[in-house]
């Protein structure tokens, strides 16, 4: 079964919501216990009884009951989407309150939608008073906007760049883009994004979708009735259990618009995700193409005066921070400050002139899409200049400047993100409703202490109410995986690419394990690197990311017993292989943060300014997610077997070792190379 810990329950002054709370009996009703409803939904599915998932479904009933927030650690295997459907159905049915469940990947949100909830509603629809009803519902942007599409700008792109309009491949194709949408518009039931195949880039999309912002408004659109995005609000309004994703959820808790519907009770799926998914929503930031395209779109309907200025300060800001040296950003220089003050004060005088009353539906259209570019641009620069008014640690933002390559240009950006995003979720998501966050990897170092702090529940006096469980996995990892540590290699060097002594590991395991690798490396040059390498020294084919789509290469990795695959993040959160394809999962280096991480170097020194050590909080806390999250590729179901092999000695060396290894699943662990191909020989052959 694995590990199983409790982390015993914070109590505070207050529920998280103030609605009375009933006993697990009541909660239940007529539906009978929730363990029963388990049974029948595994029985007609035709699963079998897993220890860990009636755990953590009783667990989660009793927080829906109590108000107490849970946080879950659920082993790959342990069926954590029916031990929290189950409960979720049954509360929303016998009290016609809905149940959010937000995930970070569409995969989930899909195999949720299309698979798991309508087998679940038909299999307990005898023991339940009512069929339960389900729904998925995204952001307005990614559904088809019929207003934009027949009053809008639907054949003016005005997303690009400068350089990519006058690219006559570039717009040909987006032409083509576009007529293939609208006609699509004709034919789709839903006007969802995902509905559409093959699919198209995000700048053919924009020209027929709006943001939440950019909408004219039901009552104002003469497409208000028909408006994809508004039926699936009226869906999802009337569902039992409503599926969602995090950025959605980050917006309705952050804005005080109502996004999603009203709910006491939430799931959130992939919550390792949670933090970073929130804090990308709370990230703004300035670019030349955003600046431009506020311009652009307003200046037609101000007087030239006002656009001029918007433009000259566009491009003077534009100008400075293409040459400014990336990075982080602790002191702002009067220039910059001169020149951000400057934007600001345009955008918003050009905001202001703007009439946004008229009631012609293409005049609202194009003066709601203009007025809200000029306000990211007018809030991004205040908040930026605001930013620097504290000091250094007392500041809740970080600013840093990237510069990206664009296709051989430099796309400058620069940015603000909020230090942290723990008190926002605490006071706006977690004070509003009951949360089971739930994962295959939430302890960090053996604890849940890192992640509930990230997420706002530990820490400030300890006034949430709160636990966490580790309800273990059905797989023995120790007769299962082998954690190989090649203790004998030197450390990584600085330069990102693997050592002469780490590349021949690398070979030697590759041959003893047959092909059937998957290699998660640290930076995507180093995966190329590794791969052009290993094509001259393996007689196994090797595929690297970046070849193909990602969803090709592991399609070609799983069909392939022989082949390997190289790769760096996408890969080792993203990847689902059973089965003998994948018997090996190198890891090149532990995956700590860049020495030259804005946020994440931010948030240690913040750390260090309270007396914590941000190395550990931070970097290592990073570092030991994301390994959980590699290692957990090795074992997909019950009969898998393999090697987790880390190819960097500081794991069995380093003074945080023991941290990082913690984390991991309970691996026989070895740091004998011989040992290690030998068993990699013996599954190949058997």
């Given at each position: 079964?694995?590990?199983?810990?409790?982390?015993?329950?914070?109590?505070?002054?207050?529920?998280?919501?103030?609605?009375?709370?009933?006993?697990?009996?009541?909660?239940?009703?007529?539906?009978?216990d929730v363990t029963e409803l388990l049974a029948k939904a595994v029985t007609a599915l035709g699963g079998a009884e897993r220890p860990g998932q009636i755990q953590m479904a009783e667990a989660v009933a009793h927080a829906f009951d109590t108000g107490e927030h849970l946080a879950v650690q659920a082993g790959t295997g342990t069926g954590k989407s029916l031990a929290y459907l189950v409960p979720a159905i049954a509360r929303a049915v016998d009290t016609d309150e809905p149940?959010?469940?937000?995930?970070?990947?569409?995969?989930?949100q899909r195999q949720l939608v299309d698979r798991d909830l309508p087998r679940l509603a038909e299999s307990l629809t005898d023991a339940l008073p009512r069929s339960p009803k389900f729904a998925l519902l995204k952001g307005r942007g990614n559904y088809l906007c019929l207003n934009k599409i027949h009053n809008g700008s639907a054949t003016e792109p005005d997303e690009q760049s400068q350089e990519e309009l006058f690219e006559p491949v570039a717009t040909s194709a987006l032409g083509r883009d576009v007529q293939r949408l609208i006609a699509w518009s004709s034919d789709t039931e839903t006007g969802d994004r995902d509905e559409l195949t093959p699919g198209v880039p995000d700048r053919s999309w924009s020209q027929v979708s709006v943001s939440a912002r950019e909408c004219i408004g039901m009552a104002r659109c003469p497409f208000g009735t028909d408006c994809f995005a508004e039926k699936a609000r009226d869906k999802a309004g009337q569902a039992d259990v409503v599926v969602t994703n995090h950025a959605l959820l980050a917006i309705d808790a952050v804005s005080d618009a109502a996004v999603l519907p009203e709910h006491h009770l939430l799931v959130v799926d992939e919550a390792h995700e949670l933090v970073d998914r929130v804090t990308g929503?709370?990230?703004?930031?300035?670019?030349a193409t955003s600046m431009g395209v506020a311009h652009r779109r307003s200046a037609r309907l101000v007087d030239q005066e006002l656009a001029q200025r918007l433009e000259a300060a566009t491009a003077i800001l534009s100008s400075v921070i293409h040459?400014?040296?990336?990075?982080?950003?602790?002191?702002?220089?009067?220039?910059?400050?001169?020149?951000?003050?400057a934007l600001r004060d345009a955008a918003h005088r050009v905001r202001s002139a703007i009439d946004t009353s008229p009631s012609d539906p293409k005049a609202a259209a194009a003066r709601a899409e203009a007025v809200t570019a000029l306000t990211d641009v007018g809030d991004t620069a205040s908040r930026i200049l605001d930013s620097f008014v504290p000091a250094i640690t007392d500041r809740s933002d970080v600013v840093w400047?990237?510069?990206?390559?664009?296709?051989?240009?430099?796309?400058?950006?620069?940015?603000?993100?909020?230090l942290s995003v723990s008190g926002l979720l605490r006071t706006r998501l977690f004070e509003n409703a009951t949360a089971v966050l739930t994962s295959a990897t939430l302890t960090v170092g053996g604890t849940f202490d890192a992640m509930a702090s990230a997420w706002g529940l530990a820490g400030e006096g300890d006034k949430v109410r709160w636990r966490g469980i580790d309800v273990g996995s059905p797989f023995e990892h120790a007769k299962s995986g082998i954690l190989y540590v090649a203790a004998h290699l030197p450390p990584p060097g600085r330069d990102g690419t693997g050592s002469a002594e780490q590349l021949d590991e690398i070979?030697?395991?590759?041959?003893?394990?047959?092909?059937?690798?998957l290699g998660l490396f640290s930076?995507?040059?180093?995966?190329?690197?590794?791969?052009?390498?290993?094509?001259?020294?393996?007689?196994?084919p090797i595929l690297c990311q970046g070849e193909d789509t990602t969803s090709a290469l592991v399609k070609q990795f799983a069909d392939d017993a022989e082949t390997s695959l190289f790769g760096t993040l996408s890969l080792w959160q993203g990847v689902d292989v059973p089965g003998p394809s994948l018997s090996l999962v190198l890891i090149d280096r532990i995956p700590f943060p860049r020495p030259d991480d804005p946020l994440l170097t931010a948030r240690q020194r913040a750390v260090a300014a309270r007396g914590g050590n941000g190395f550990m909080a931070v970097a290592a806390s990073h570092?030991?997610?994301?390994?959980?999250?590699?290692?957990?590729?090795?074992?997909?179901?019950?009969?898998?077997?393999?090697?987790?092999?880390?190819?960097?000695?500081?794991?069995?060396?380093?003074?945080?070792?023991?941290?990082?290894?913690?984390?991991?699943?309970?691996f026989w662990a070895t740091t004998d190379p011989v040992r290690v191909r030998q068993a990699l020989e013996r599954l190949r052959g058997g």
């Open positions: 079964m694995g590990r199983s810990q409790t982390v015993p329950g914070r109590t505070g002054d207050t529920h998280p919501h103030d609605r009375p709370r009933e006993s697990l009996g009541a909660a239940t009703g007529e539906t009978g149940v959010v469940i937000s995930t970070a990947t569409i995969a989930l929503v709370a990230t703004a930031e300035l670019s040459d400014a040296t990336p990075g982080r950003i602790d002191t702002l220089d009067d220039e910059m400050a001169t020149y951000l003050t400047l990237d510069h990206e390559d664009n296709r051989g240009n430099v796309r400058a950006v620069l940015r603000v993100a909020p070979a030697a395991l590759i041959a003893a394990a047959g092909g059937r690798t930076s995507m040059r180093a995966a190329k690197a590794a791969a052009e390498i290993m094509r001259e020294r393996v007689d196994t570092a030991a997610l994301l390994l959980a999250q590699g290692a957990g590729r090795l074992l997909r179901r019950i009969d898998d077997r393999g090697v987790v092999a880390v190819l960097d000695s500081r794991m069995a060396t380093a003074r945080y070792s023991g941290f990082l290894r913690a984390s991991l699943p309970p």
